[in-house]
């Protein structure tokens, strides 16, 4: 294995398990100092003691100590991932679930964007990875809001590489479809309604078959990289061709 993070700082959020832990171990197995956070303390330490890294309990939709966990050293990696769904028919949400979706899912990248970019400014240089969803390109039925939050980062990450291409940092997102994590497994203990839901979404790739979390932290390696310099404001998709639809 190549090591294109000798010497790199990097952050990743939502780090406990899922896609996250399989980010943070490829960075760190490619020599990057993996900063591990996730709302999940404890499930972040063991990830940390894993892959030989730090950790630190964060809520993402807590800008305060959002900007006092990721302020102070510089990272030159940020991998947005924190990430949380809720499935219902749209006319079944209330605004108490929609707004804790979109804090999650929207705020907690525009916290975390935030409080890393002025150290990635001040040293020129700086790459951030925002793990969205085929859903928020393509719709995804019983999960509009998750939908939505997913298309807004999308635009977040297009305009954040606009604003700081003149400091060679990127911005670009990863857009996994149905992924074999914690995240589908929920899908699954909702009995025969999740099964459905899981066989409809495995149908819309063209693989036929869910991906790996390693699979996905691959595509994002590849974007955190040094070697991903000219590539920025770009949406990746790493879902076995659900990005095509049907
Ligand atoms: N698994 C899939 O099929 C799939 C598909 C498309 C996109 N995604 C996206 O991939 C990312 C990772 O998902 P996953 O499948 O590994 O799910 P997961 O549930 O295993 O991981 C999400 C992690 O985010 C953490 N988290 C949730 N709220 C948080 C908060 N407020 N602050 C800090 N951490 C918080 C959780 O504790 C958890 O460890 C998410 O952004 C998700 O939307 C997943």
């Excluded at 700081?164 to 911005?171: D, F, G, L, V, W």
């Excluded at 909702?190 to 839901?197: C, F, K, Q, Y």
Aim: charge should be neutral.
């Amino acid at each position: 294995m190549t090591a294109r993070f000798t010497g790199q700082r990097a952050v990743v959020t939502g780090a406990a398990g899922g896609i996250g832990a399989a980010v943070a171990a490829r960075l760190a197995r490619e020599g990057a100092h993996v900063l591990v956070v996730d709302i999940d303390a404890r499930g972040a330490e063991l990830t940390a003691s894993r892959i030989g890294g730090t950790a630190a309990g964060l809520d993402v939709t807590d800008p305060a100590s959002v900007r006092a966990a990721l302020g102070g050293e510089p990272f030159d990696v940020l991998v947005n991932n924190a990430g949380m769904d809720d499935f219902g028919w749209f006319t079944e949400v209330d605004p108490d679930r929609w707004r804790k979706v979109l804090a999650v899912n929207v705020e907690g990248v525009l916290a975390c964007t935030q409080a890393v970019l002025p150290g990635m400014q001040s040293r020129r240089y700086g790459r951030i990875v925002t793990v969205t969803s085929e859903a928020g390109r393509i719709g995804s039925k019983g999960n509009a809001v998750y939908a939505a939050a997913k298309a807004a980062v999308i635009g977040f990450s297009k305009s954040i590489a606009r604003e700081n291409a003149r400091y060679s940092i990127t911005a670009n997102c990863v857009a996994p479809g149905p992924t074999e994590t914690p995240m589908v497994q929920a899908i699954r203990d909702m009995g025969e309604r999740g099964d459905t839901m899981l066989a409809r979404m495995i149908a819309g790739t063209q693989l036929g078959r869910l991906g790996t979390p390693d699979e996905i932290a691959a595509g994002v390696a590849f974007l955190a990289s040094p070697e991903a310099s000219y590539v920025t404001a770009e949406t990746l998709g790493v879902s076995g061709g659900m990005g095509l639809g049907g």
